[in-house]
């Protein structure tokens, strides 16, 4: 079993930005390929970004290329994301996932999720 929590959410103005961390317990971390979602009210979970369990391979979605950057390290337990240049339609809740297989692909096939935390962008 794979526990992961979110942390790292709030409220900021459009432009900003803000640090994301997921952080898994157990001893296995370095074996699961961590993605990162969002989903906002009303709207179906969407795929933010993943990387793979060394840290070497990454992929984003068109909507947040350039913006947003994922990393993790290994030796903490913990994936990151790093969103810049926030917009108020980057409002949602953001989840970080894990699977053993690296998907750069929709929420429906990752196995282990976090409770998600809220980030609210004000124009």
């Known amino acids: 079993q794979v526990q992961l929590v979110e942390s790292g959410g709030g409220l900021v103005q459009a432009g900003g930005s803000l640090s994301l961390s997921c952080t898994s317990s157990?001893?296995?971390?370095?074996?699961?390929?961590m993605g990162w979602f969002r989903q906002a009210p009303g709207k179906e979970r969407e795929f933010v970004a993943v990387?793979?369990?060394?840290?070497?391979?990454?992929a984003y979605s068109d909507s947040v290329r350039g913006r947003f950057t994922i990393s993790r390290d290994n030796a903490k337990n913990t994936a990151y994301l790093q969103i810049n240049s926030l917009k108020p339609e980057d409002t949602a809740v953001y989840y970080c996932?894990?699977?053993?297989?690296?998907?750069?692909?929709?929420?429906?096939?990752?196995?282990?999720w976090g409770q998600g935390t809220q980030v609210t962008v004000s124009s």
């Open positions: 996932a894990a699977d053993r297989t690296y998907y750069n692909g929709p929420y429906y096939l990752y196995d282990y």
């Open positions: 157990g001893r296995t971390f370095s074996s699961y390929a």
């Open positions: 990387i793979n369990q060394s840290g070497q391979r990454t």
